[in-house]
T-cell receptor, first 111, second 115 residues
């Protein structure tokens, strides 16, 4: 079983701080990596995707990938209460299979 | 209009009943998926289909069956519902395209309760 591991949290950060969410994966051959945000009772929505080692920035979000360490992270700058949600890490081992999802990290941004 | 729709959005049924959950998409994607989500267990893959003639079991397919009626439609059936199938069910679609990125897009979900 190819695994994607996330700390379940909750991760609590004050408004305006940087939230750091981490994910490790077991399949060294994994090709693409995704972060989804999910509000309670709602469907997951794509935040970021990353395919190459290094950083990828989109607004307040930065995804970081280190394939050698099998590690992917999501940084949220200037965290807002509206960022409070569960963040799911997903890994595509190759294009011939479905995504593997982690169980998610719950983020709470306090005013 | 939403690109991925699911019907019904909520359903309460009794043990032993046959239930069908439907998913339709207007994204033109070949790949479709069914997941269930339970508190603390994350998203678990039930079945997936990479085209109309391709159906594959996921990690928790027992007690479920699927039908891919067309590129745009993918249905999930519970032949004889049981209480531990109470969950939030999501349909998703993807298209690997040229970059083989295979980003998945999710429908709004169906909340199923089996009494």
């Amino acid at each position: 079983q190819k695994e994607v591991e996330q700390n379940s949290g909750p991760l609590s950060v004050p408004e305006g701080a940087i939230a750091s969410l981490n994910c490790t994966y077991s399949d060294r051959g994994s090709q693409s990596f995704f972060w989804y945000r999910q509000y309670s009772g709602k469907s997951p929505e794509l935040i970021m995707s990353i395919y190459s080692n290094g950083d990828k920035e989109d607004g307040r979000f930065t995804a970081q990938l280190n394939k050698a360490s099998q590690y992917v992270s999501l940084l949220i700058r200037d965290s807002q209460p509206s960022d409070s949600a569960t963040y799911l890490c997903a890994v595509n081992p190759n294009s011939g299979y479905a995504l593997n999802f982690g169980k998610g990290t719950s983020l709470l941004v306090t005013p | 209009d939403a690109d991925v729709t699911q019907t019904p959005r909520n359903r309460i049924t009794k043990t032993g009943k046959r239930i069908m959950l439907e998913c339709s998409q207007t994204k033109g994607h070949d790949r479709m998926y069914w997941y269930r989500q339970d508190p603390g267990l994350g998203l678990r893959l039930i079945y997936y289909s990479f085209d109309v003639k391709d159906i594959n079991k996921g990690e928790i397919s027992d007690g479920y069956s699927v039908s891919r009626q067309a590129q745009a439609k993918f249905s999930l059936s519970l032949e004889s519902a049981i209480p531990n199938q109470t969950a939030l069910y999501f349909c998703a679609t993807s298209d690997p395209g040229l970059a083989s990125t295979d980003t998945q897009y999710f429908g709004p979900g169906t909340r199923l309760t089996v009494l």
